[in-house]
T-cell receptor, first 113, second 113 residues
Framework: AQKITQTQPGMFVQEKEAVTLDCTYD???????LFWYKQPSSGEMIFLIY??????QNATEGRYSLNFQKARKSANLVISASQLGDSAMYFC??????????FGAGTRLFVKA | EPEVTQTPSHQVTQMGQEVILRCVPI?????FYWYRQILGQKVEFLVS????????KSEIFDDQFSVERPDGSNFTLKIRSTKLEDSAMYFC???????????FGQGTRLTVV
């Protein structure tokens, strides 16, 4: 069965510091994609970053990077130089090339001034 | 920049009434989805649609739900007889290919009273 797990319901980080949000997944498929989305209090879902299972390099998008450890089945999101506007809910998501994308339970990030 | 648009942004309906939630996916995308998110909870997959038919659906997507792509641009979710527990944010999403990111609309907040 496919499963995605985010074990941190809430995280605090000081402004300008880096933070890592954890995500692990479980699948027997060899080809899959991992995604992170941000959901601010306004409710929209904003795509942040994508990692394919065959990508050898960790994905990066500006201040976001994905620490992909395939053997451990983890895909942690690293946000560098946190800003107040980063306070939001963050969802890890997973697609195996089937039709649906499965979302984790989310981590609520609070950035402190 | 192309985006997924959803209407209405908020709908209030009486229990037992039918509602239709509307979405215009990104024009060259091939895969279409509906997700729902009960307030403060995880994002739940409802249904995926590809090649003019349902490709996958969850256990939530029972006989009360249906989807249509009546023309080349719109993608609708119909709930035939709404229940109180259908109150949630409903997100439409589309993707160009498998294992690429899904782009989400702004959501429709459905309130059943």
């Amino acid at each position: 069965a496919q499963k995605i797990t985010q074990t941190q319901p809430g995280m605090f980080v000081q402004e300008k510091e880096a933070v890592t949000l954890d995500c692990t997944y479980d699948t027997s498929d060899q080809s899959y994609g991992l995604f992170w989305y941000k959901q601010p209090s306004s409710g929209e879902m904003i795509f942040l970053i994508y990692q394919g299972s065959y990508d050898e390099q960790n994905a990066t998008e500006g201040r976001y990077s994905l620490n992909f450890q395939k053997a451990r089945k983890s895909a942690n999101l690293v946000i560098s130089a946190s800003q107040l506007g980063d306070s939001a809910m963050y969802f890890c998501a997973f697609n195996t090339g089937g039709f649906k994308t499965i979302f984790g339970a989310g981590t609520r990030l609070f950035v402190k001034a | 920049e192309p985006e997924v648009t959803q209407t209405p942004s908020h709908q209030v309906t009486q229990m037992g009434q039918e509602v239709i939630l509307r979405c215009v996916p990104i024009s060259n995308h091939l895969y279409f989805y509906w997700y729902r998110q009960i307030l403060g909870q995880k994002v739940e997959f409802l249904v995926s649609f590809y090649n003019n038919e349902i490709s996958e659906k969850s256990e939530i997507f029972d006989d009360q739900f249906s989807v249509e792509r009546p023309d080349g641009s719109n993608f609708t979710l119909k709930i035939r007889s709404t229940k109180l527990e259908d109150s949630a944010m409903y997100f439409c999403a589309s993707r160009a290919r498998q294992n690429t990111e899904a782009f989400f609309g702004q959501g429709t907040r459905l309130t059943v009273v």
